[in-house]
Every structure is written in structure tokens, then in C-alpha cells.
Nanobody, 121 residues
Framework: QVQLVESGGGLVQPGGSLRLSCAAS????????MAWYRQAPGNQRELVAQ???????NYADSVKGRFTISRDNARNTVLLEMNGLKPEDAAVYYC???????????????WGQGTSVTVSS
């Protein structure tokens, strides 16, 4: 079993910055894809950014140029650096990862509990 724990959410002013962190723990042999999703009230959950084990990154058009995703494989951690925050960025942000618990076993997807980001003056 794997747990994903997010941290770093909070209240920031428009134009401000925030760094989100997600650490994976449990029985882990390898982590392939790590990603951040977000869900605002009344909206569907949407992909914000993702990074593969090889370092390939993809971003939603709405955050491209403002957000940066990175990972620290030694610590099983993925980060999301958010700059130039806008009110429309306010949402609960969820960590996502595909994990192989042991060698030669299937990849399994996991979700974190979420961390809330509020953008307001």
C-alpha cells in the first residue's frame, strides 16, 4: 500500500507564489508518473501538470509559464512551484502517482487527500 501526502497549501494574494509538495511512502519499488490535479467547487478535476520518470513534463495551457513541476526521486517527492497566482487558480490540489510496489508487478495509481489553495487579497 502507498500513501501520498500533500503539503504547502494556503492563502496567497493574487500575483503571489506558493510551493506544493507531495511525498510518497509505503511499499515502493518504482514511481513512474507523478502529477498534480486540481478541483474547484462545482468543477471537474483537471490535470495541472505531470512529470514522467524520464523527466518529461506537460502542463495545462492555463498554467504554462507560471507553474513548474519537478521531482526528487531519492525522496519520492514531487513539487509544484506556482508563480503569478490568479483567483482562478484557487482549488483543492491533488497529488497523483503511478507506483510499482515490487519489480515485475503492475503499475497502480494513487491519489493524495488534497491540499487547499486560496488566492485572495
Amino acid at each position: 500500500q502507498v500513501q501520498l501526502v500533500e503539503s504547502g497549501g494556503g492563502l496567497v494574494q493574487p500575483g503571489g507564489s506558493l510551493r506544493l509538495s507531495c511525498a510518497a511512502s509505503g511499499t515502493i519499488f518504482s514511481i513512474y508518473l507523478m502529477a498534480w490535479y486540481r478541483q474547484a467547487p462545482g468543477n471537474q478535476r483537471e490535470l495541472v501538470a505531470q512529470i514522467t520518470g524520464g523527466g518529461t513534463k506537460n502542463y495545462a495551457d492555463s498554467v504554462k509559464g507560471r507553474f513548474t513541476i519537478s521531482r526528487d526521486n531519492a525522496r519520492n517527492t514531487v513539487l509544484l512551484e506556482m508563480n503569478g497566482l490568479k483567483p482562478e487558480d484557487a482549488a483543492v490540489y491533488y497529488c497523483y502517482a503511478t507506483v510499482q510496489a515490487r519489480n515485475n508487478t503492475p503499475w497502480v495509481a494513487y491519489w493524495g487527500q488534497g491540499t487547499s489553495v486560496t488566492v485572495s487579497s
